[in-house]
Nanobody
Framework: QVQLVESGGGLVQTGGSLRLSCAAS????????MGWFRQAPGKEREFVAS????????YYADSVKGRFTISRDNAKNTVYLQMNSLKPEDTAVYSC????????????????WGQGTQVTVSS
């Protein structure tokens, strides 16, 4: 089992920035590719970004490419999502997830999920 706990969400104005963190405990964090997902009210959960176990490769949804950056610190068992130039349509609950599918990506089977953190972007 891998336990994941997100933090860093909040209320921000359009154009602002937030940095989300996801702290992992349990099994070896560095053995999992990590992803961030989001779900807005009344919408299905969507993939945001993912990062490989070594942190060398990342993958982004087109809607966040150039604005969001995913990174990880295996020594701290933590994955981050830096979100810049935020828009109202970025408002959602953001969750991190872990997959043993080493390249990650939107189609990977994510085995472990956090509870999520709310991000609200005001216009």
């Amino acid at each position: 089992q891998v336990q994941l706990v997100e933090s860093g969400g909040g209320l921000v104005q359009t154009g602002g920035s937030l940095r989300l963190s996801c702290a992992a405990s349990g099994r070896t964090f560095s053995a999992y590719a990590m992803g961030w997902f989001r779900q807005a009210p009344g919408k299905e959960r969507e993939f945001v970004a993912s990062i490989t176990i070594d942190g060398f490769s990342t993958y982004y949804a087109d809607s966040v490419k150039g604005r969001f950056t995913i990174s990880r610190d295996n020594a701290k068992n933590t994955v981050y999502l830096q979100m810049n130039s935020l828009k109202p349509e970025d408002t959602a609950v953001y969750s991190c997830a872990a997959t043993s599918f080493l390249s990650g990506g939107p189609g990977a089977p994510y085995d472990f999920w956090g509870q999520g953190t709310q991000v609200t972007v005001s216009s």
